[in-house]
Structure formats: C-alpha cells, structure tokens
C-alpha cells in the first residue's frame, strides 16, 4: 500500500512539475491582431523549437528566467523574458508595414459612335424617355422608353465593369516582382509561378480583415511544400487558371 501511495504521489508530482515548465500562448500581428502562424518560436537557453500553428497558438516548454525567442522572415524578430509561465499574447510588426500608394481612378467611357440617344427628364423628374439623336447630338425624331426590370442599367453596369477592371489593376501593381521582393525571398521564374499561382482575386483581396503580409507568409509556406524543381520550372503554372 505504502509503495502504491508513493507511486501514485510521485506521479502527481511529476505530471504538476512538467505542466509548470511548458509556456503557452499566441502570437499576433501587431495593430491588426491576426492570427499569426508558422512563427518559430525558440527557448535561447534549452534550444526546444516550435512553430505557431493556424490560430497562432504555440506551447514550449520553458522555465521562469529563460528567454523565448519569435522570429518570422515577414516580421521583426521580438524575445520575451519568461517572468512567469501564464498565458502569454506577442504582438510581432511587420518588417514592411506601408506598400506604395496606389492611386485608383476611373478611366473615362467612351460614348458608342453612330447615332446615340439623349435622356430627357420624365415625369416628376424621373429618366424613362430617351429622345433618339445622331452623332453630333440632334433630335432625329422618335423615342425610346426606358423601363426599370430591377436589374442595373448600363451606366450602373458600365461603372461596376470600370470598377472592378481598376481593382484589378491595383491588385496586379501590388503583386509583381518588383513588390512582392520586399517580402518574399525568391526571384525569377520561382517568383513568376508563385505570383501567378497566389495572385488573389478581386473578392479576396477587398474582403474586410485582408492582411497583405500573413496572406503572403501562409500561401509561401504552402509554396515551400513543392519541390524546388518544380518551383523553378516554367511548366508548373501553365495550366493554372487566371484568377483575374
């Protein structure tokens, strides 16, 4: 019975002594507070290594007084003095926080030549009678009655085409090789393949909450998986459909 008591108190001892050196906690990105994965997290005094996983949350076993270091190539590396082992929250800053401004403006419409029609105010102010004219805007006679189905009309359809084409266009000016090198470290054909494979797309990239930098740490991870070769050849994208 004796040895039993002791075996049982030695175990609990054991199972409280291993809880009380294992620090647990999250790492986020700092103003925007996104979840911030594949950090590696590293105990300068033991060398224990982990990595942060899809929440950011990591646990490594450390000791009051040791030092924990997090280090990401996107982020600038930060080190935590261990005061105690509660629960702990890190906050990592971008090691590029600004992109270059990028200036959006609609290009003008250009009317359809030939003969063109000329909106006249209705009835009570509203837009439903359209008086025929020419090229250079005389009244040929006629009209033409413009009824509202509950659907966009040309102009609202003609500014969402003209919308969307600029929002491209600004997603293409931020993903090029010459951007994207301030934050990834690959070059040439590697580069073009994963510009090509992880360009976003309009949805995506204007979605509320969409972080340029842990967008492109998560989808160069994934990248990473694939071997070299392929990475650096040519073949890997071409049947990849364009996002855009």
């Given amino acids: 019975?004796?040895?039993?008591?002791?075996?049982?108190?030695?175990?609990?001892?054991?199972?409280?002594?291993?809880?009380?050196?294992?620090?647990?906690?999250?790492?986020?990105?700092?103003?925007?507070?996104?979840?911030?994965?594949?950090?590696?997290?590293?105990?300068?005094?033991?060398?224990a290594t982990t990595i942060t996983g899809p929440d950011g949350s990591f646990?490594?076993?450390?000791?009051?007084?040791?030092?924990?270091?997090?280090?990401?190539?996107?982020?600038?590396?930060?080190?935590?003095?261990?005061?105690?082992?509660?629960?702990v929250q890190v906050f990592l800053d971008p090691r590029v926080t600004v992109l270059q401004e990028v200036k959006v403006t609609n290009q003008e419409i250009k009317k359809n030549a030939g003969f063109?029609?000329?909106?006249?105010?209705?009835?009570?102010?509203?837009?439903?009678?359209?008086?025929?004219?020419?090229?250079?805007?005389?009244?040929?006679?006629?009209?033409?009655?413009?009824?509202?189905?509950g659907g966009d009309t040309p102009r609202q359809h003609e500014a969402k085409v003209s919308r969307s084409e600029a929002q491209k266009e600004q997603i293409r000016k931020?993903?090029?090789?010459?951007?994207?090198?301030?934050?990834?470290?690959?070059?040439?054909?590697?580069?073009e393949n994963f510009i090509i494979m992880y360009t976003p797309d309009v949805n995506t990239y204007f979605a509320p909450g969409f972080n340029l930098v842990a967008y492109l740490n998560a989808n160069y991870e994934e990248f990473n998986k694939i071997p070299v070769e392929q990475r650096q050849s040519k073949a890997l994208t071409q049947l990849v459909p364009d996002k855009n």
């Fill in 174 to 191: 931020v993903f090029n090789p010459e951007n994207l090198k301030k934050y990834l470290p690959i070059t040439g054909q590697e580069m």
């Fill in 59 to 87: 646990t490594i076993n450390a000791a009051v007084g040791d030092l924990v270091c997090f280090t990401n190539s996107n982020y600038k590396t930060d080190t935590l003095y261990v005061a105690d082992l509660k629960y």
């Fill in 1 to 47: 019975m004796r040895q039993f008591l002791f075996l049982i108190l030695f175990s609990v001892l054991a199972t409280s002594v291993f809880a009380q050196s294992q620090l647990t906690g999250r790492v986020y990105e700092n103003k925007s507070k996104v979840f911030l994965q594949g950090v590696r997290v590293e105990d300068q005094k033991s060398h």
């Fill in 116 to 149: 063109s029609t000329q909106q006249q105010p209705g009835v009570l102010g509203s837009q439903t009678v359209l008086y025929q004219t020419d090229a250079n805007g005389n009244p040929i006679g006629g009209i033409k009655m413009n009824i509202a189905d």
